[in-house]
C-alpha cells in the first residue's frame, strides 16, 4: 500500500499524504514516495500547480515519525535530514507553485514542509508549531531557516525555542499562511488559487518563481539585475508573444495546448 495518493485533474496535481492512522508521520518511507510523487508532478509539463494536503481530517503532517527516530544513529538521522531537505528542496525548486492545504496539525516536519511550499492556506482547524526542542532535538528539515525568513526571527525563536503550537488565527496574523477557511472549502478554495495560477503563462510563472527565490539570497542590487534580465528574455517566448497579442484582439490568451 502506498502512503501517497495522486490526482490530476485541470492540470493541477494533488499529492495526499496518506498515513492516517500516525497523523501522517514521516519515516524514511513515507518521504522516499513523496519525494517521488512531487518529481513527477512537476515533471509533467501538463501540471501548472501542485496542491500538498494530508489524509483525514485530523492532520496535515504530524512532523517527522518520532518512534523511527527514536531508533536511529547519528548516521541514520543524518540520512534522514538529508532525504527530507532533498524532498523539501524539491519542493521549494519547483517550477510550479505548490500550494500546501494544511488540514489540521502541522507540526515539527509538517510545519517545514509547509514552510517549503510556495502558498500555505490553512483549515480553522490547522496547528503549527515546531515542537522538536520538547524532544531534545531541533527542526531538523528547515525550520530553522525557512521560518526565520516568513515570519522574522523574535516570532521563529519564540516558536521553536518555546516549542508550543500557535492556531490558524495566530498563523494568518503573523504571515505564516496565506489565507484561513472552514475545513470542508480548503480544498475548494486550493483548486480556486491553483486553476487562477494555470490559466497563466506558465514560463512565465516559472521564470517569476526563480527571481524570487534567487533574489532572497540575494542582495536587492543583483536580485533587481537577476530580473531584469529575466524579462528581457521573456521577449522571445512565444508564450509573450500570445499575452500581448491575445490583450490587444481582446481576448483571453491561449497559452496552454493540453
Ligand atoms: N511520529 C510517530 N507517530 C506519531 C506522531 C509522530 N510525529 N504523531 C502522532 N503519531 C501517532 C501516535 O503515536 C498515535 O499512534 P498510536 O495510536 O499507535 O499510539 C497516533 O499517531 C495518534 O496520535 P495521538 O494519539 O497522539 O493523537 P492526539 O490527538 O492525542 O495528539 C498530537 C495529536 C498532538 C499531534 C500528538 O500526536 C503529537 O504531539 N505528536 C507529535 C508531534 C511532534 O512532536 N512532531 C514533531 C516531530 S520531530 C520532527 O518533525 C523533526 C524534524 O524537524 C524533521
Not at 200 to 227: F, H, K, W
Amino acid at each position: 500500500m502506498s502512503f501517497i495518493i495522486k490526482n490530476i485533474a485541470d492540470n493541477i496535481a494533488t499529492v495526499t499524504i496518506n498515513r492516517p492512522e500516525a497523523l501522517n508521520a514521516m519515516n524514511m518511507t513515507v518521504v522516499g514516495e513523496l519525494h517521488r510523487a512531487v518529481n513527477e508532478a512537476i515533471a509533467n509539463p501538463t501540471i501548472g500547480a501542485v496542491i500538498l494536503t494530508g489524509a483525514g481530517d485530523k492532520s496535515f503532517v504530524a512532523g517527522a515519525d518520532i518512534k523511527a527516530m527514536s531508533q536511529m544513529t547519528k548516521t541514520e538521522a543524518l540520512k534522514f535530514g538529508r532525504a527530507g531537505h532533498g524532498l523539501l528542496n524539491a519542493i521549494e525548486n519547483a517550477p510550479v507553485p505548490v500550494i500546501a492545504a494544511v488540514n489540521g496539525f502541522a507540526l515539527g516536519g509538517g510545519t517545514e514542509i509547509s514552510l517549503a511550499c510556495h502558498i500555505r492556506i490553512a483549515a480553522i482547524n490547522a496547528v503549527f508549531g515546531q515542537p522538536e526542542v520538547c524532544l531534545g532535538l531541533i527542526p531538523g528539515w528547515g525550520g530553522t531557516q525557512r521560518l526565520i525568513r516568513l515570519v522574522g526571527k523574535g516570532k521563529a525563536v519564540e516558536m521553536i525555542a518555546g516549542g508550543g503550537t500557535i492556531k490558524s488565527d495566530e498563523a494568518l496574523r503573523i504571515g505564516l499562511v496565506n489565507a484561513v477557511v472552514p475545513p470542508a472549502e480548503l480544498l475548494t478554495k486550493a483548486r480556486e488559487i491553483a486553476t487562477r495560477i494555470v490559466g497563466n503563462g506558465p514560463e512565465a510563472i516559472r521564470v517569476a518563481l526563480d527571481c524570487i527565490r534567487r533574489g532572497q539570497d540575494r542582495s536587492l542590487t543583483d536580485g533587481l539585475e537577476y530580473e531584469l534580465q529575466a524579462f528581457a528574455d521573456l521577449f522571445e517566448t512565444a508564450e509573450m508573444q500570445e499575452g500581448t497579442l491575445a490583450f490587444m484582439e481582446k481576448r483571453p490568451p491561449e497559452f496552454r495546448k493540453d
